[in-house]
């Protein structure tokens, strides 16, 4: 901040007073006191909106806590922004950014004159340098002038700003009069009139343009131009400002789209038709599952109705609303579908929005009531490869020309393959895992008691996939397997042999796996280590609660809130282990232990926030129950069995055992990077930051022995992390209390996470060109690199949005069915009367309702929500314990949670 920011800024944020030149006291006294002045409306709906677009329930990511955050970019002062929010849009420069409520907030002194905070992420177009660093720290950094230097300085940077506005307008009517004259839509648009499309912000530019050189101005007049149709082109949901991508709407999407909006329009009698007959459906759908509230799922023809063509059309148009869009663009399916939910009376919310959508197609038939909306249509997609993952240079992985239907013919890395002979490998997992991608041994050291080998065995599907392959390439664009709660969607085919490295298999064939051994001390340092192809003989499958009973170890804890009395799981008769696999698994938690607390002095943390845990039966759903793809109206009865669980506990027992020697395996496998000059990819995460002095310390001194935090206690003190990154050098993971000069890289998964695979074969070429091939050890450019990383996360974060929104959608849809319960009068119990919620964020107005809301997470269901209804005059801060009870629940893409104070 000290090298952005000048002294007398510094100064104010830290809460100094600050000394004020001779001359400035006379300007002080005319000029309005400090906050007087009324928000704008432009400002009032551009911060509520806030509230909306944090509509994510979860607050930690399981596995990876740092996979779902969105990337930090600083914005130095005095850069031009474009910011948006909703359908709110200013131009502004930037002055000062701090941390506020645990986010990183953006001040910019916009083109109306006022001061805006925003988030990073609200930021779509960006001109660094714009006006200077000096010029931007004399306009202060109060909401109202202060001095006449400010002033000044405020007035010579909105003329700047309006400078460059005049030009914008200008530009942006010359981009729309050569989409109109070249037909743009019809040039740009898939011919397959089912098929979305990408573009670029650059790749539009040249086309409407047709110039060598694109200045700033015009690039942000065709992103507008984009932007503003959101009918024709859609933002790329995620990191925006980095990929600067849309998505060309289908041309069957577009035609529907202006067919259902005129026939809206004109109060087309189709329309009444379709509704009359809606309501008939919808009527009937509603008595049977109250009839058969509590029978198992099932799904029937529904006779006696038939859609016209028209109706089909309509239909399709709702079914299309459900995707989920950028909040930054204006919706065309909002506007029609409001107004024929409206016309059908049978639907009273405040708004409507597309959970009423998801209801509604959800009671005449179309999805199943147990169907989600993101997860399970399929929308094709023109996929065009960020990177091409094949090798460029002469490798051993690719001994003679592969097609991308070739698999390896033999094993490349068989020359190198160390056998561990009888060595005893024990591959833990849950009930139920289906793909088992790690093992563990210990190799203790006679002559040298104070160390010991951890040797971790990963599953080695690289020893039948090239990188040449289609399949890798589907896997590169899949990033990894889907872990659904109906379902699981594998990464790798099931039926292209892959299934056979999945380790402990149990048919007496030896394994090949790729192994980090570590060589650790007594004090969990890592003094040496190895990475090798490796083949595994004596694999055994154990089950975590086997050797947490037989170690006596804590296990997971998981409470029912809406059960009087936990399920009894369901297991096979659990054998004892003999003693010599005890000893082993006594001496693996040993070393674990060591290791955790070597992390731990390093500063390694997790931050532990309860979440749910559903099971659903029968899983996999099967897809005769779902509505189909096609336009079909069906009869659906019962639902499936359902059980909420909560999960209070992350990683502790054969977990943590486990866990921990997959954090070692990761940084052996950068350290093997590093040690050989390689460019790999690195998952870092940054220091902790706070607002509070003080608030770091006094979060660290809650760590309990396992380096467990509770999630809330972070909230109070005000500390958050940065999010996570790739980066292709050694740097630190503060939450895991990985150092700067050791790096993780992922590895431990790679039949289910690309990345890992991609490792994989990064590691056994530069093993293979050690051990006499004729190349260099690296295999991929450091540049080329950067970019791989930069689509795989975006491949990543898609996943975990889907994943998150799936679980979402089931944790609130129990909670819908818990309220309408036909026997619900009959209860003796409800845990949803007595809810409480720890508030998240500072109360922000909603224009749509005029009240005020903030996020909220409620520990009776482990969910985050929003808390509505409140005034201005409400007492409520960050880190406040509420009553609260549930005033609406809804689904749709964006599945959410509303709440009032009890």
């Given at each position: 901040m000290r090298r952005v920011l000048s002294p007398e800024a510094c100064s104010l944020l830290e809460g100094k007073r600050t000394h004020i030149q001779k001359g400035k006291q006379a300007a002080l006294s005319s000029l309005p006191a400090s906050g007087t002045l009324p928000l704008s409306i432009e400002r009032l709906k551009f911060d509520a909106a806030g509230v909306e677009a944090e509509a994510a329930s979860s607050v930690v990511e399981d596995g990876d806590p740092d996979a779902f955050a969105d990337v930090t970019k600083r914005f130095a002062a005095g850069t031009f922004v474009e910011i948006r929010r909703n359908d709110t849009r200013a131009f502004g420069v930037v002055l000062f950014t701090t941390l506020t409520d645990r986010k990183w907030m953006v001040h910019s002194l916009i083109n109306r004159g006022e001061m805006w905070p925003h988030q990073e992420h609200d930021v779509h177009f960006h001109v660094p340098n714009f006006v200077s660093k000096k010029l931007a720290e004399e306009c202060g950094m109060a909401d109202n002038i202060c001095s006449k230097e400010e002033s000044e300085a405020r007035v010579e940077v909105m003329k700047r700003i309006r400078d460059f506005e005049k030009d914008f307008e200008y530009h942006l009517q010359v981009v729309l009069e050569s989409a109109r004259e070249m037909d743009f839509y019809s040039r740009v648009s898939h011919p397959d009139p089912t098929t979305w499309a990408p573009i670029s912000t650059q790749e539009a530019a040249d086309i409407l343009l047709g110039s060598s050189t694109i200045t700033p101005v015009e690039m942000l007049a065709v992103q507008s131009f984009l932007l503003g149709h959101g009918d024709l082109y859609v933002a790329e949901q995620r990191r925006f400002l980095q990929r600067q991508r849309?998505?060309?709407?289908?041309?069957?999407?577009?035609?529907?789209?202006?067919?259902?909006?005129?026939?809206?329009?004109?109060?087309?009698?189709?329309?009444?038709?379709?509704?009359?007959?809606?309501?008939?459906?919808?009527?009937?759908?509603?008595?049977?599952?109250?009839?058969?509230?509590?029978?198992?799922?099932?799904?029937?023809?529904?006779?006696?109705?038939?859609?016209?063509?028209?109706?089909?059309?309509?239909?399709?148009?709702?079914?299309?609303?459900?995707?989920?869009?950028?909040?930054?663009?204006?919706?065309?399916?909002?506007?029609?579908?409001?107004q024929i939910i409206k016309k059908m009376g049978l639907y009273s919310p405040e708004v409507f929005s597309d959970s009423t959508v998801h209801e509604m197609l959800t009671e005449i038939g179309v999805l199943a009531p147990w169907e989600d909306a993101v997860t399970r249509e399929e929308i094709r997609r023109q996929e065009d490869d960020p990177v091409t993952i094949a090798p460029t240079i002469p490798t051993a992985l690719v001994p003679e020309p592969l097609g991308p239907e070739d698999l390896y013919a033999q094993d490349v890395a068989e020359s190198i393959r160390h056998d561990f002979g009888d060595l005893p490998v024990y591959v833990v997992d849950d009930w139920g895992a289906e793909e088992l991608d790690d093992g563990m041994s210990i190799e203790p050291i006679p002559s040298d008691p104070e160390h010991s080998w951890l040797h971790v065995h990963i599953a080695d599907p690289t020893a039948l996939l090239p990188p040449t392959h289609a399949i890798a390439r589907k896997a590169f664009h899949m990033a990894s397997s889907r872990y659904l709660l109906d379902r699981t969607v594998?990464?790798?085919?099931?039926?292209?042999?892959?299934?056979?490295?999945?380790?402990?298999?149990?048919?007496?064939?030896?394994?090949?796996?790729?192994?980090?051994?570590?060589?650790?001390?007594?004090?969990?340092?890592?003094?040496?280590?190895?990475?090798?192809?490796?083949?595994?003989?004596?694999?055994?499958?154990?089950?975590?609660?086997?050797?947490?009973?037989?170690?006596?170890?804590?296990?997971?804890?998981?409470?029912?809130?809406?059960?009087?009395?936990?399920?009894?799981?369901?297991?096979?008769?659990?054998?004892?282990?003999?003693?010599?696999?005890?000893?082993?698994?006594?001496?693996?938690?040993?070393?674990?232990?060591?290791?955790?607390?070597?992390?731990?002095?390093?500063?390694?943390?997790?931050?532990?926030?309860?979440?749910?845990?559903?099971?659903?039966?029968?899983?996999?759903?099967?897809?005769?129950?779902?509505?189909?793809?096609?336009?079909?109206?069906?009869?659906?009865?019962?639902?499936?069995?359902?059980?909420?669980?909560?999960?209070?506990?992350?990683?502790?027992?054969?977990?943590?055992?486990?866990?921990?020697?997959?954090?070692?395996?990761?940084?052996?496998?950068?350290?093997?990077?590093?040690?050989?000059?390689?460019?790999?990819?690195?998952?870092?995460?940054?220091?902790?930051?706070?607002?509070?002095?003080?608030?770091?310390?006094?979060?660290?001194?809650?760590?309990?022995?396992?380096?467990?935090?509770?999630?809330?206690?972070?909230?109070?003190?005000?500390?958050?992390?940065?999010?996570?990154?790739?980066?292709?050098?050694?740097?630190?993971?503060?939450?895991?209390?990985?150092?700067?000069?050791?790096?993780?890289?992922?590895?431990?998964?790679?039949?289910?996470?690309?990345?890992?695979?991609?490792?994989?074969?990064?590691?056994?070429?530069?093993?293979?060109?050690?051990?006499?091939?004729?190349?260099?050890?690296?295999?991929?450019?450091?540049?080329?690199?950067?970019?791989?990383?930069?689509?795989?996360?975006?491949?990543?974060?898609?996943?975990?949005?889907?994943?998150?929104?799936?679980?979402?959608?089931?944790?609130?849809?129990?909670?819908?069915?818990?309220?309408?319960?036909?026997?619900?009068?009959?209860?003796?119990?409800?845990?949803?009367?007595?809810?409480?919620?720890?508030?998240?964020?500072?109360?922000?107005?909603?224009?749509?309702?005029?009240?005020?809301?903030?996020?909220?997470?409620?520990?009776?269901?482990?969910?985050?929500?929003?808390?509505?209804?409140?005034?201005?005059?409400?007492?409520?801060?960050?880190?406040?314990?509420?009553?609260?009870?549930?005033?609406?629940?809804?689904?749709?893409?964006?599945?959410?949670?509303?709440?009032?104070?009890?």
């Open positions: 849309f998505w060309i709407r289908p041309r069957s999407d577009v035609q529907s789209i202006r067919t259902v909006s005129k026939m809206v329009v004109d109060n087309d009698p189709a329309i009444d038709a379709f509704i009359e007959k809606a309501r008939t459906i919808i009527l009937a759908a509603r008595q049977r599952a109250t009839e058969s509230f509590r029978e198992p799922p099932a799904k029937y023809p529904l006779d006696g109705i038939e859609l016209t063509k028209t109706d089909k059309m309509i239909v399709r148009f709702l079914r299309a609303a459900l995707r989920a869009t950028r909040h930054v663009q204006t919706d065309p399916y909002v506007v029609p579908y409001a594998p990464m790798l085919p099931r039926d292209a042999g892959f299934h056979q490295y999945s380790l402990a298999q149990g048919s007496g064939v030896p394994e090949k796996t790729l192994t980090f051994s570590a060589k650790v001390n007594l004090t969990g340092d890592i003094v040496e280590y190895k990475v090798r192809p490796g083949i595994i003989r004596n694999v055994r499958a154990i089950k975590y609660d086997i050797i947490d009973n037989t170690l006596s170890l804590p296990s997971v804890t998981t409470t029912y809130p809406f059960l009087k009395e936990a399920p009894i799981p369901e297991r096979p008769n659990i054998h004892t282990l003999d003693p010599a696999t005890v000893d082993n698994l006594r001496r693996i938690h040993q070393v674990t232990r060591t290791l955790l607390a070597g992390r731990l002095r390093a500063g390694g943390l997790t931050l532990a926030l309860p979440q749910p845990e559903l099971e659903l039966k029968p899983r996999p759903l099967p897809e005769s129950l779902m509505g189909g793809s096609d336009i079909e109206l069906h009869a659906f009865r019962g639902f499936p069995h359902l059980v909420y669980g909560i999960r209070h506990t992350i990683e502790v027992g054969a977990r943590q055992m486990v866990s921990e020697s997959m954090k070692t395996a990761c940084r052996i496998a950068s350290m093997f990077f590093r040690d050989r000059g390689i460019p790999a990819l690195r998952r870092t995460v940054g220091p902790m930051q706070t607002e509070r002095a003080g608030g770091i310390e006094a979060l660290m001194a809650t760590r309990d022995e396992d380096g467990v935090v509770d999630y809330m206690t972070g909230v109070r003190q005000v500390v958050s992390a940065p999010p996570g990154r790739y980066i292709t050098t050694p740097g630190p993971h503060s939450l895991l209390g990985v150092p700067e000069h050791e790096g993780y890289v992922k590895v431990t998964s790679p039949l289910r996470r690309f990345g890992d695979m991609f490792a994989h074969w990064q590691i056994k070429h530069a093993l293979l060109a050690g051990a006499g091939a004729k190349a260099s050890p690296v295999l991929y450019a450091e540049d080329w690199l950067a970019d791989f990383g930069e689509a795989l996360e975006a491949g990543e974060l898609e996943a975990k949005r889907l994943e998150r929104l799936q679980a979402e959608y089931w944790a609130h849809l129990y909670l819908i069915r818990w309220q309408t319960d036909p026997a619900a009068a009959r209860r003796d119990y409800d845990p949803l009367q007595h809810l409480t919620g720890t508030v998240l964020s500072p109360p922000l107005l909603n224009p749509l309702t005029k009240n005020y809301g903030c996020k909220v997470y409620v520990p009776q269901i482990a969910l985050t929500a929003h808390l509505v209804d409140l005034t201005p005059e409400t007492p409520i801060g960050l880190a406040d314990e509420v009553p609260v009870k549930i005033k609406e629940g809804r689904l749709g893409s964006r599945p959410m949670l509303d709440l009032i104070l009890a």
